[in-house]
Nanobody, 125 residues
Framework: QVQLVESGGGLVQAGGSLRLSCAAS????????MGWFRQAPGKEREFVAT????????YYADSVKGRFTVSRDNAKNTMYLQMNSLKPEDTAVYYC??????????????????WGQGTQVTVSS
């Protein structure tokens, strides 16, 4: 089991930027895909982005493509989500997750066996 802790959330105006971090401990960080998901009030948790172990392959939800960038530093056991051009509809609790597989990087929740506690992102209009 890997323990995940998100940080970097906060309140930002529309058009602004935030960078989320996900620090992992416990199980070996390398070798597995990692992902970001989010859950807005009253809505189901949804996929945001995923990245393979090497970082060479990434997938994004259509709603964030071109604005968000996922990356990872395996030496630091940390994954990042750079969020630019934020919109009020990006407001949600953001969760990072560690998959039990690497390829292909999953875009659904089931393959992810470990989850962080979430960090709140609020975008004001």
């Amino acid at each position: 089991q890997v323990q995940l802790v998100e940080s970097g959330g906060g309140l930002v105006q529309a058009g602004g930027s935030l960078r989320l971090s996900c620090a992992a401990s416990g199980r070996t960080f390398g070798g597995y895909a990692m992902g970001w998901f989010r859950q807005a009030p009253g809505k189901e948790r949804e996929f945001v982005a995923t990245i393979s172990w090497s970082g060479a392959t990434t997938y994004y939800a259509d709603s964030v493509k071109g604005r968000f960038t996922v990356s990872r530093d395996n030496a630091k056991n940390t994954m990042y989500l750079q969020m630019n051009s934020l919109k009020p509809e990006d407001t949600a609790v953001y969760y990072c997750a560690a998959s039990t597989t690497n390829w292909p990087p999953p875009t659904t929740q089931r393959p992810y066996g470990s989850w962080g506690q979430g960090t709140q992102v609020t975008v004001s209009s």
